[in-house]
């Protein structure tokens, strides 16, 4: 359907889309004012992007040692090469143990493979525990968001899915009961899982160790019970030290939710006593952006905050991107996997480039976009219409004296030709006069104004030179 | 100093008034100015739609009018940052006369501060004004503070209108979110770009903005449109405009307006 589309209906509800936009702004700035609390900022943020360069530089290094460390405190790791293999290998895991049921923390990783349903099509029983994620589960719809997958939706509403889905009193929304009624829910969840998977937030190289950070616990809860731990992270999560850790754990909740740090930062190191580890190491298309001018798009923690700042995200809502990541960063990601699906989104963007400055890895967001449009003119995607009226355009432009006759004809036409032909639908200018004016055409351009007024100086001050 | 003037395309055609204003202030502060007669179009149309083979013969052109010129001066922060950012891709890094034509395109106020070291000029303007920071101007020419960055900045917008007699400011609510022009995306996400538009419009109505400025034409030529089809009471200039008009007025007398360096 593609974003325009989908997002004037989501604009079209305009009280809905204002609550959207408002709430996102509020965590927008919460995240200002947690940025304003730590004088060197702008410094961290250029320390951490200089970490993820130099780490993508070096990256099948880091990977390989990452592998030899987390392998030497009992960890298995294993790598996929795309969501298929990743996929596959996750099943075969649950299979070799007999797992029925299966508790997730939050992995946009596994959004990204859609694993969900193939493990669901194998008869084995998923259910995600962060909130959130659980009631998007249970509308049976995909996040809006990666770090609130579940902001589109009201309390009322949530209030509705759980009288359905959790048997609580019908009507209900007041958040503090229905959060209680998930947290029961959850609770038997837990006890009743044979294996936990959890997403991978940082993976150190110098250590062999994974950070998953979360605020539920709902991560330490799915792995701490069930002796089965298996943790997906995408290639790009790798950091060389664990000093380099700090730099990014002030960052991350900060940009986030405007939180000083996630409740939870919790560091694994090997399976616990009797239990078992399995890292997957997923590409799924990262090697291939690493090699292309998109490789920054890599450096992503995945905190949403330029999705927060967006103008358009916040007014059309995650869902309009159809796609797992969303927003500014999800705009560069899925074009670059799946461009003919995904065309209009480089374009559902008016440059501003709040969402360059509000990235806590300084990547250079907006730039992406304008880039990623480009690619999409190469690959002829950027639909005729619009690449017959560029052309036109340029040629046009390209000429001064053609630019100053249609430029003259044009404004004459809007002085003296009726609205109704000059804002026809189906035009540029009937698109524009929706819902506003079209400029009033004044009789004399700039050039023309300047040239006459060079002449009367000249005339009234003869010889003046 | 051989300064030459450029006039956005959409500002020669649709804003003369801009132009003859930016003109004016550039006079009152005793620089004249070239029009090259040649130019058109900075080629930003084009290249926001991704279509750089289309664009390049319009930044060739650019390059090739303003070449042998100091300063190249536009109202427009728009412009000028696609001539200075987002020419790499268009013109050659080694052609030393397009790397000076992009170093020296500067967007008005950028010179009028930078280059002339004009700080508040004297003049009269008693009206509520909204400041509305245009995106480009703001996060890629760096002419203000902007909300998300952590690095403090002066605004040179306010700061160049600030020594006006009369003159207050409105306090936004947000006081950098866009406009929601975005140029193809006003037409191409009509829907979104609307409401950003409306709800900047809501902002300086709750904030009694009188006057509503702005540095780039191209946010105001597509607010003042939604203010008009509203008919709201809120008066559009671009800032060249209140400079012209507020300098005109200088109370002291004297044939051409102070300016304080």
Same mark, same amino acid.
């Given at each position: 359907?593609?974003?325009?589309?989908?997002?004037?209906?989501?604009?079209?509800?305009?009280?809905?889309?204002?609550?959207?936009?408002?709430?996102?702004?509020?965590?927008? =700035? !919460?995240?200002?004012?947690?940025?304003?609390?730590?004088?060197?900022?702008?410094? +961290?943020?250029?320390?951490?992007?200089?970490?993820?360069?130099?780490?993508?530089? $070096?990256?099948?290094?880091?990977?390989?040692?990452?592998?030899?460390?987390?392998?030497?405190?009992?960890?298995?790791?294993?790598?996929? /090469?795309?969501?298929?293999?990743?996929?596959?290998?996750? +099943?075969?895991?649950?299979?070799?143990?007999?797992?029925?049921?299966?508790?997730?923390?939050?992995?946009?990783?596994?959004?990204?493979?859609?694993?969900?349903?193939?493990?669901?099509?194998?008869?084995?029983?998923?259910?995600?525990?962060?909130?959130?994620?659980?009631?998007?589960?249970?509308?049976?719809?995909?996040?809006?968001?990666?770090? +609130?997958?579940?902001?589109?939706?009201?309390? =009322?509403?949530?209030?509705?899915?759980?009288? =359905?889905?959790?048997?609580?009193?019908?009507?209900?929304?007041?958040?503090?009961?229905?959060?209680?009624?998930?947290?029961?829910?959850?609770?038997?969840?837990?006890?009743?899982?044979?294996?936990?998977?959890?997403?991978?937030?940082?993976?150190?190289?110098?250590?062999?160790?994974? @950070?998953?950070?979360?605020?539920?616990?709902?991560?330490?809860?799915?792995?701490?019970?069930? !002796?089965?731990?298996?943790?997906?992270?995408?290639?790009?999560?790798?950091?060389?030290?664990?000093?380099?850790?700090?730099?990014?754990?002030?960052?991350?909740?900060?940009?986030?939710?405007?939180?000083?740090?996630?409740? #939870?930062?919790?560091?694994?190191?090997?399976?616990?006593?009797?239990?078992?580890?399995?890292?997957?190491?997923?590409?799924?298309?990262?090697?291939?952006?690493?090699?292309?001018?998109?490789?920054?798009?890599?450096?992503?923690?995945?905190?949403?905050?330029?999705?927060?700042?967006?103008?358009?995200?916040?007014?059309?809502?995650?869902?309009?991107? =159809?796609?797992?990541?969303?927003?500014?960063?999800?705009?560069?990601?899925?074009?670059?996997?799946?461009?003919?699906?995904?065309?209009?989104?480089?374009?559902?963007?008016?440059?501003?480039?709040?969402?360059?400055?509000?990235?806590?890895?300084?990547? %250079?967001?907006?730039?992406?976009?304008?880039?990623?449009?480009?690619?999409?003119?190469?690959?002829?995607?950027?639909?005729?219409?619009?690449?017959?009226?560029?052309?036109?355009?340029?040629?046009?432009?390209?000429?001064?004296?053609?630019?100053?006759?249609?430029?003259?004809?044009?404004?004459?036409?809007?002085?003296?030709?009726? !609205?109704?032909?000059?804002?026809?639908?189906?035009?540029?200018?009937?698109?524009?006069?929706?819902?506003?004016?079209?400029?009033?055409?004044? /009789?004399?351009?700039?050039?023309?104004?300047?040239?006459?007024?060079?002449?009367?100086?000249?005339?009234?001050?003869?010889?003046?030179? | 100093?051989?300064?030459?003037?450029?006039? %956005?395309? #959409?500002?020669?055609?649709?804003? %003369?008034?801009?132009?003859?204003?930016?003109?004016?202030? $550039?006079?009152?502060?005793?620089?004249?100015?070239?029009?090259?007669?040649?130019?058109?179009?900075?080629?930003?149309?084009?290249?926001?739609?991704?279509?750089?083979?289309?664009?390049?013969?319009?930044?060739?052109?650019?390059?090739?009018?303003?070449?042998? #010129?100091?300063?190249?001066?536009?109202?427009?922060?728009?412009?000028?940052?696609?001539?200075?950012?987002?020419?790499?891709?268009?013109?050659?890094?080694?052609?030393?006369?397009?790397?000076?034509?992009?170093?020296?395109? $500067?967007?008005?106020?950028?010179?009028? @501060?930078?280059?002339?070291?004009?700080?508040?000029?004297?003049?009269?303007?008693?009206?509520?004004?909204?400041?509305?920071?245009?995106?480009?101007?703001?996060?890629?020419?760096?002419?203000?503070?902007?909300?998300?960055?952590?690095?403090?900045?002066?605004?040179?917008?306010?700061?160049? $209108?600030?020594?006006? /007699?009369?003159?207050?400011?409105?306090?936004?609510?947000?006081?950098?979110?866009?406009?929601?022009?975005?140029?193809?995306?006003?037409?191409?996400?009509?829907?979104?770009?609307?409401?950003?538009?409306?709800?900047?419009?809501?902002?300086?109505?709750?904030?009694?903005?009188?006057?509503?400025?702005?540095?780039?034409?191209?946010?105001?030529?597509?607010?003042?449109?939604?203010?008009?089809?509203? !008919?709201?009471?809120?008066?559009?200039?671009? #800032? /060249?405009?209140?400079?012209?008009?507020?300098?005109?007025?200088?109370?002291?007398?004297?044939?051409?307006?102070?300016?304080?360096?």
């Amino acid at each position: 359907m593609g974003h325009p589309a989908l997002a004037a209906d989501f604009t079209a509800d305009r009280e809905r889309a204002r609550w959207h936009d408002r709430a996102l702004w509020f965590v927008r =700035e !919460k995240r200002d004012r947690m940025a304003t609390g730590v004088p060197e900022w702008e410094k +961290l943020r250029e320390t951490a992007s200089a970490i993820k360069r130099h780490t993508q530089s $070096l990256m099948a290094d880091y990977l390989q040692q990452f592998e030899e460390n987390a392998t030497r405190h009992g960890a298995i790791v294993h790598w996929a /090469a795309d969501a298929a293999e990743h996929n596959r290998i996750v +099943l075969s895991i649950l299979q070799s143990h007999r797992v029925q049921r299966l508790v997730k923390s939050k992995s946009m990783l596994t959004e990204e493979c859609h694993l969900n349903p193939f493990l669901e099509q194998h008869g084995i029983h998923v259910v995600d525990t962060d909130l959130g994620e659980r009631i998007v589960q249970l509308r049976e719809e995909p996040p809006s968001h990666i770090v +609130l997958p579940a902001i589109h939706i009201k309390k =009322e509403e949530v209030g509705e899915c759980f009288h =359905e889905h959790l048997g609580t009193e019908k009507g209900a929304s007041d958040p503090k009961y229905l959060t209680e009624a998930a947290r029961g829910h959850l609770r038997s969840c837990f006890c009743e899982a044979d294996a936990g998977l959890t997403g991978v937030n940082f993976a150190i190289a110098e250590t062999g160790g994974i @950070v998953i950070c979360t605020n539920e616990g709902n991560a330490d809860l799915g792995i701490g019970l069930p !002796k089965i731990h298996i943790a997906c992270m995408g290639m790009e999560k790798l950091l060389p030290r664990a000093a380099d850790l700090s730099v990014f754990l002030r960052l991350l909740a900060r940009s986030a939710t405007g939180q000083p740090i996630t409740t #939870y930062s919790s560091h694994f190191h090997g399976p616990q006593q009797g239990g078992e580890l399995h890292i997957v190491i997923v590409d799924n298309g990262r090697s291939e952006i690493l090699q292309s001018e998109f490789r920054q798009s890599l450096d992503c923690i995945r905190c949403g905050a330029c999705m927060n700042t967006c103008p358009v995200y916040r007014r059309s809502g995650g869902h309009s991107y =159809e796609a797992t990541v969303p927003g500014p960063i999800g705009s560069i990601l899925t074009p670059l996997q799946s461009p003919a699906q995904s065309s209009t989104l480089p374009f559902a963007c008016s440059l501003c480039g709040s969402c360059t400055d509000v990235c806590p890895v300084k990547i %250079p967001l907006h730039h992406q976009l304008f880039a990623m449009r480009e690619r999409l003119d190469q690959q002829q995607l950027i639909g005729t219409g619009k690449k017959l009226q560029m052309k036109a355009l340029s040629v046009v432009l390209s000429n001064t004296w053609l630019y100053s006759l249609v430029g003259n004809v044009a404004r004459a036409a809007l002085r003296v030709l009726p !609205k109704f032909l000059i804002q026809n639908p189906l035009t540029p200018a009937g698109q524009w006069a929706r819902q506003r004016e079209l400029p009033e055409a004044p /009789a004399k351009s700039f050039r023309q104004l300047y040239a006459e007024r060079q002449q009367s100086n000249d005339q009234s001050s003869p010889g003046s030179h | 100093m051989k300064v030459a003037l450029f006039i %956005p395309c #959409y500002v020669d055609q649709f804003y %003369p008034d801009v132009g003859m204003a930016t003109v004016q202030v $550039l006079e009152s502060c005793g620089v004249q100015v070239d029009f090259p007669q040649q130019q058109t179009c900075c080629g930003q149309p084009m290249a926001n739609s991704g279509c750089m083979p289309e664009a390049r013969p319009l930044a060739e052109k650019f390059i090739d009018t303003f070449t042998g #010129y100091d300063y190249i001066v536009s109202p427009s922060g728009s412009c000028v940052s696609m001539v200075r950012n987002h020419y790499d891709h268009l013109v050659s890094a080694s052609d030393t006369q397009a790397v000076a034509v992009r170093r020296q395109t $500067l967007e008005l106020g950028e010179f009028l @501060v930078q280059v002339l070291g004009v700080r508040s000029p004297a003049g009269v303007f008693p009206h509520k004004v909204g400041l509305h920071q245009s995106c480009h101007g703001l996060r890629e020419l760096r002419l203000g503070p902007c909300s998300e960055s952590m690095t403090p900045r002066d605004s040179l917008l306010q700061q160049l $209108l600030s020594g006006f /007699a009369g003159i207050s400011f409105s306090q936004l609510q947000r006081k950098d979110e866009c406009c929601g022009f975005g140029g193809t995306f006003a037409v191409g996400e009509e829907a979104v770009s609307a409401m950003m538009g409306e709800d900047r419009i809501n902002d300086h109505l709750q904030a009694g903005t009188e006057v509503l400025t702005a540095g780039d034409m191209s946010c105001l030529m597509h607010l003042d449109g939604m203010i008009r089809r509203r !008919k709201l009471p809120i008066r559009v200039l671009h #800032y /060249a405009q209140i400079m012209a008009q507020a300098m005109q007025q200088a109370p002291t007398g004297q044939d051409r307006p102070a300016v304080t360096r």
